[in-house]
């Protein structure tokens, strides 16, 4: 095995700066850190999900999301040390294997759909949400230095998925979803 933390606390970055992998301190508000960051709650949003998703008994489901959440703990690695990239055009299919699966089985849409329905489809839609900011975030980090070019496009598919899954989620547990009711527009005013 290789290094282990034995001490939690370090006091190094008491001062706002972070160290990364390959020796740098930056600001913890830097936007790698904050791409950091995103990446790994939204690792924590879909650890959350699939333990929902086990005691709701939809194991199949919850398997499948497994070794996405080792994917984004290697994206959090390469964010971790820049130039280091692992994320690449086979695991961007993979995801887009998943949703073609998934989808095949769901009615088409007709209107726009509210996350929630049950507590595991409103974590599946929890999860796309920190997704789409943890692409969002990247993103930004891309407008300022060279990163993986595969990278985001997994955070975009991975946020396609957790739609599918939060609607093949609805379908297996039978919960209706929750179709959005817009605002009737006003009637026009009479004239007098």
């Not at 996350?115 to 975030?137: F, I, M, Y």
């Not at 300022?144 to 598919?157: D, G, K, M, S, T």
Request: hydrophobic residues 40%; negative net charge; glycine residues 8%.
């Amino acid at each position: 095995m290789g290094y282990r933390l034995s001490k939690l606390y370090t006091r190094t970055g008491d001062d706002g700066d972070t160290g990364l992998a390959d020796g740098r301190r930056i600001g913890k508000d830097h936007p790698r850190i904050e791409a950091m960051g995103s990446v790994d709650e939204l690792n924590s949003q879909l650890g959350m999900l699939i333990a929902d998703l086990l005691g709701q008994h939809l194991i199949a489901l919850g398997e499948v999301l497994g070794p996405i959440q080792h994917r984004l703990f290697d994206l959090g690695g390469e964010l971790a040390v820049p130039g280091y990239e692992i994320i690449d055009a086979a695991d961007v299919l993979a995801l887009e294997e998943l949703i073609d699966h998934f989808n095949a089985d769901l009615e088409p849409l007709k209107n726009f759909i509210l996350p929630g329905g049950s507590r595991c489809v409103a974590a599946a839609h929890l999860a796309r949400s920190v997704c789409r900011r943890a692409e969002r975030r990247y993103l930004t980090l891309a407008n300022h230095e060279a990163v993986n070019e595969q990278a985001p496009i997994y955070l975009n598919r991975l946020s396609d998925l957790l739609f599918v899954m939060a609607r093949t989620i609805a379908r297996q547990e039978q919960t209706p979803e929750v179709l959005w009711a817009p605002k009737p527009k006003p009637a026009p005013e009479a004239s007098e």
